[in-house]
């Protein structure tokens, strides 16, 4: 017996507690049989809780009166009752909590000189030889200014999760690295690519296999060895995709053969001085580019994608126009291709092949660009671009080192969906 009581939770569902137990014996049996039912579990509820209260003074009932998946938002049973039932006076209050909208203030960083030297830090070659600015560091500033902040100014990065489960970004590593041993086993006589050593190797699975094996070992299982890994069903699943995607990579390529392959997986740069607000900066662009081989007098500037679709950019502003649909793949090609017509006299074709995309015969990874409902033009000689290229290129890199432009969250809330930093950020 209790002077003064508090019950708490007095919702019907759970005072008496709603369902009955997981049971193979029908109701109607249990029943018959004078086995235990609910309404009998309800009666031993009834009987503690009148129990409970009869001797007790004063008697406090709380109940929520929001619902979730435990609670209904109803009083209990009980609480009806003795409301109905109840001689003396109950007293009933109801509380709230306050609760005030939250404003969530923007975040800027202002360039302040220090921010500026840092800068300058990160990305001048003048004051660190391994500067780069990559086409990834670019099209982020594009995306988000403050993003590119957090990222590669301030060095922030998310943790890296270990996972036997394969992401994109890890789907794409694997391929780039199959492809990569494919042609490595293709051009270890002869760099010039012919239809018959594609059409044999398309035919070879065990050699296929193997390579996609080795890319497996390396990326995802950071092993060395040359045995064979260990599939689990979603990996076997993935490395069986792949084998199909690098038959796919051939049977494109048997339409384009012959061509000379020059490079796989290059890594390269360009020094770019620029003067800004007076003062002399030397930055580097590069990166490394999939693949690079030549046919006549063009030079393909490939970049693999297994995912997504190809885009078709109305003009070059379009790149450089922040928006979710903005094609920042074709970005990264045209970059490489202007850094690529720098050093070649050959004509420089950027292009995006899309793996399930290219079974088809007429099927072409160059890159086009027009306007929408407008015939569009394949860039098979990057040159006549390349000059408008690099002004647009140089007024962005104006604007990320302006003092007068802050680094602000983008305002397009799309880009936050999948962004490392949404919590930081709060958008």
Not at 71 to 99: A, D
Request: aromatic content about 12%; overall charge neutral.
């Amino acid at each position: 017996d209790f002077k003064n009581l508090i019950i708490m939770s007095l919702n019907e569902g759970q005072l008496p507690k709603s369902g009955g137990d997981a049971s193979f014996i029908p109701y109607n049996l249990r029943k018959a049989f004078g086995m235990t039912i609910i309404e009998h579990k309800n009666a031993v509820y009834a009987y503690y809780f009148y129990r409970l209260i009869q001797r007790a003074e004063n008697v406090t009932l709380l109940y929520n009166s929001s619902s979730d998946s435990l609670n209904k938002g109803e009083w209990s049973r009980f609480m009806l009752q003795l409301l109905l039932e109840w001689p003396n006076e109950i007293k009933k209050e109801y509380i709230e909590s306050g609760q005030s909208p939250q404003t969530i203030e923007s975040i800027t960083i202002n360039k302040s000189p220090n921010l500026l030297l840092e800068l300058e830090y990160k990305f001048d070659t003048s004051y660190n030889n391994s500067a780069l600015l990559s086409p990834s560091a670019l099209n982020t500033y594009l995306d988000c200014p403050l993003k590119f902040y957090y990222k590669y100014v301030a060095g922030l990065n998310r943790p890296n999760k270990v996972s036997s489960e394969i992401d994109a970004a890890q789907f794409g590593s694997i391929f780039h690295l199959s492809a990569q041993k494919t042609y490595e086993y293709l051009t270890s006589r002869d760099d010039l690519i012919t239809k018959d050593v594609l059409e044999s190797l398309m035919k070879n699975d065990v050699k296929l296999q193997s390579f996609v094996d080795f890319a497996f070992n390396n990326i995802l299982f950071k092993s060395n060895d040359d045995l064979k890994p260990e599939y689990n069903g979603q990996q076997l699943i993935n490395s069986k995709v792949i084998v199909s995607y690098l038959k796919q990579l051939l049977r494109n390529d048997i339409q384009y053969a012959p061509f000379q392959m020059i490079a796989m997986e290059k890594f390269i740069s360009e020094d770019f001085p620029i003067i800004i607000n007076g003062k002399k900066l030397n930055l580097r662009f590069g990166g490394i580019i999939d693949r690079i081989d030549r046919k006549e007098d063009t030079l393909r500037i490939v970049d693999y994608k297994t995912g997504g679709t190809p885009e078709t950019p109305a003009n070059l502003e379009a790149l450089f126009t922040p928006s979710k649909k903005r094609p920042s793949h074709i970005f990264q090609t045209f970059l490489y291709a202007s850094i690529q017509c720098k050093k070649e006299s050959l004509k420089v074709a950027p292009s995006l092949l899309y793996i399930h995309h290219a079974s088809s015969e007429t099927y072409s990874p160059i890159i086009e660009i027009g306007e929408p409902r407008k015939a569009k033009i394949a860039v098979s000689d990057f040159s006549i671009y390349e000059e408008k290229f690099r002004d647009r290129l140089s007024l962005l890199i104006k604007e990320i080192f302006n003092p007068e432009i802050p680094f602000t969250q983008t305002k397009d809330i799309d880009f936050c969906e999948y962004c490392d930093f949404k919590t930081l950020c709060k958008k």
